[in-house]
């Protein structure tokens, strides 16, 4: 469902008169449909090769839930299930949601995704903050679709906020993964990580969000993000936006309308956005430049996240965007593309396509949330 913003419309109107760009906008191509099954057979084609792929394999077997293309996956594929008139998860999601919830029921036996030993110090405490947000995302995005919370994802829910950190500088937020590399695993991804868990507490339905055992919980979750924005990238900020769609209250009408505003100034003249433009000053480690040109994984998110904080449906922007996505959708894989922030990878690859793999489910859950009420 749609949040409206207090003070959205009136921003959005200034935006359109032109506080922020010239009076006509810039020229997109002519918008097309894009194809829904298309899309859905390249998540679905990507999930199953993740979830069977040795690499992801771990203990008691299960697989490791991937911010790239598994977490995506999940959040998204179920949005498809309205204009492919499906009634069912499809077998990758009832492989992907089995696999999380066995993990959840058994979360003091099974061995966390990566180690001290093996991976580096602080592997392990990262690793289990990490899946523990993870977890209760997709679970909690499940039991949405369906209008109720489920036992497994009130254990996941709990798990979360068992990992919680309660000192620190970074008191409120999860020990994050951190392997170097954008826009996940880096030394500010702990910030992504928070703004994902307040997604899934405002996702998780019957008002879980205010049930009074999480209430201090909230209130560190809420001052670390209010805390830490200012010093994060235009990336990490279009996500605190979206979160604060899912969680009423957890950041004012200004601060939405600021972040939007930044987030506005940086669409490109073909209605699109670039991950580079969003990731501050990140260079790749093989010394490659970055790649400026629209993508899937920014367009999409971006989008998303101004639809779900209540821009209107008619503020130019916005329909620049969705023009975007419905036009740069490829008509031979489905996907839609996007690039490492990391270094050049080979698209034609199985790895070179995990930014295509979270850059198609944004454009698919930007594109159907225009059909909700």
């Known amino acids: 469902m749609r ?9 959005a109107t200034c935006v359109v008169a032109g506080l922020l760009i010239v009076s006509e906008p810039p020229r997109t191509k002519a918008a097309r449909s894009w194809d829904p099954k298309a899309a859905a057979a390249y998540l679905d084609q990507r999930a199953n090769w993740w979830m069977t792929w040795p690499v992801a394999a771990r203990d008691h077997d299960t697989f490791c839930v991937s911010c790239h293309t598994a977490v995506p996956y999940a959040i998204s594929r179920s949005a498809l299930r309205g204009p492919l008139d499906e009634t069912a998860l499809s077998p990758g999601e009832q492989k992907l949601v089995a696999n999380v919830t066995k993990r959840v029921r058994l979360w003091k036996e099974v061995a966390p995704f990566y180690n001290d030993k093996n991976d580096g110090p602080g592997k392990a405490v990262e690793s289990r903050g990490t899946e523990a947000v993870l977890n209760a995302l997709i679970l909690a995005t499940y039991d949405a679709r369906r209008g109720e ?9 709990d798990n979360m906020w068992a990992t919680q950190l309660t000192s620190g500088d970074k008191k409120g937020a999860w020990p994050w993964l951190q392997f170097n590399n954008e ?3 880096a030394n500010d991804s702990a910030y992504y990580g928070a703004a994902l868990a307040a ?4 996702t998780a339905p019957g008002n879980y969000r205010a049930m009074p055992g999480i209430q201090s919980n909230l209130k560190l979750l809420g001052e670390y993000l209010v805390d830490a924005s200012a010093a994060q990238t235009p990336l990490n900020r279009v996500v605190l936006l979206w979160a604060s769609a899912k969680l009423p209250g ?3 009408s200004e601060r939405q309308e600021r972040i939007i505003k930044e987030a506005l100034a940086k669409q490109q003249a073909d209605g699109g956005w670039s991950l580079a433009s969003l990731a501050g000053d990140w260079k790749r480690a093989d010394g490659t430049p970055q790649e400026t040109k629209s993508d899937g994984y920014a367009t999409g998110l971006v989008t998303l996240a101004l639809e779900e904080a209540g821009l209107p449906r008619e503020n130019v922007h916005l329909k620049q965007g969705l023009a975007w996505l419905a036009t740069n959708q490829s008509p031979t894989d489905g996907l839609w593309s996007a690039s490492s922030l990391n270094k050049q990878r080979d698209p034609s690859t199985y790895t070179g396509r995990f930014m295509s793999d979270a850059a198609t489910a944004y454009a698919v859950l930007a594109l159907t949330e225009t059909t909700k009420p």
């Open 3 to 11: 949040t409206t913003i207090l003070g959205i419309g009136v921003f």
């Open 250 to 252: 957890l950041l004012t």
């Open 183 to 185: 826009p996940w695993e």
């Open 149 to 157: 919370i489920s036992a497994d994802t009130r254990a996941a829910l």
């Open 199 to 202: 997604v899934a507490v405002g």
